[in-house]
T-cell receptor, first 113, second 115 residues
Framework: QKEVEQNSGPLSVPEGAIASLNCTYS??????FFWYRQYSGKSPELIMF????GDKEDGRFTAQLNKASQYVSLLIRDSQPSDSATYLC?????????????FGAGTRLFVKA | EAQVTQNPRYLITVTGKKLTVTCSQN?????MSWYRQDPGLGLRQIYY???????DKGDVPEGYKVSRKEKRNFPLILESPSPNQTSLYFC??????????????FGPGTRLTVL
């Protein structure tokens, strides 16, 4: 079982719709959770981070964390074609071998104009 | 401008020829890390450093070395590169490792090809 799992997609949504991206993780030692956006050939760009259960909103983005169910999600409201990218979920914490960051393989999002 | 820089951005080399990829950050961050990104595998952590002179292995350390002699620099060394190290490499840094301020910021990436 992968430690951080994401649906690879592609997820296709029309412009203006809500895009919902999900991520599950296996290690209960995970302390902090991140969503990055990555355009092809570019470096990951931090969108949201969340540490506590519940929702965290920043503009059009909302991150949701449920530690009991071990999932974290990202909602993108009013999706724009410029949101088309790969979204990476990452978890950080004290895992076997030390303090590490583990990334999911990413979900590709396409927003159709 | 606060940033993480990497050099070179692109490198084509041959098997066995030692190379170093430099990484530098100007944000006084304590934590620095190297990742490689391969299609379908996502980002995998190679090595990380909690502070000067403190380094530790990530999930895929074989064939790599690092050093942290200064807070701002964290070079990645490939003593004898092999074709399976062809990949896109990213350096990243974060202020701390606590639950506040541990967001990582990434450099622009180094695309390495080993022939």
């Amino acid at each position: 079982q992968k430690e951080v799992e994401q649906n690879s997609g592609p997820l296709s949504v029309p412009e203006g719709a809500i895009a919902s991206l999900n991520c599950t993780y296996s290690d209960r030692g995970s302390q902090s959770f991140f969503w990055y956006r990555q355009y092809s050939g570019k470096s990951p760009e931090l969108i949201m981070f969340i540490y506590s259960n519940g929702d965290k909103e920043d503009g059009r983005f909302t991150a949701q964390l449920n530690k009991a169910s071990q999932y974290v999600s990202l909602l993108i409201r009013d999706s724009q074609p410029s949101d088309s990218a790969t979204y990476l979920c990452a978890v950080r914490g004290y895992f076997t071998g030390g303090f590490k960051t583990i990334f999911g393989a990413g979900t590709r999002l396409f927003v159709k104009a | 401008e606060a940033q993480v820089t990497q050099n070179p951005r692109y490198l084509i080399t041959v098997t066995g020829k030692k190379l170093t990829v430099t990484c530098s950050q100007n944000m006084n961050h304590e934590y620095m890390s190297w990742y490689r990104q391969d299609p379908g595998l996502g980002l995998r952590q190679i090595y990380y450093s909690m502070n000067v002179e403190v380094t530790d292995k990530g999930d895929v350390p074989e064939g790599y070395k690092v050093s942290r002699k200064e807070k701002r620099n964290f070079p990645l060394i490939l003593e004898s590169p092999s074709p399976n190290q062809t990949s896109l490499y990213f350096c990243a840094s974060s202020l701390t490792i606590g639950t506040s301020g541990n967001e990582q910021f990434f450099g622009p990436g180094t695309r390495l090809t080993v022939l």
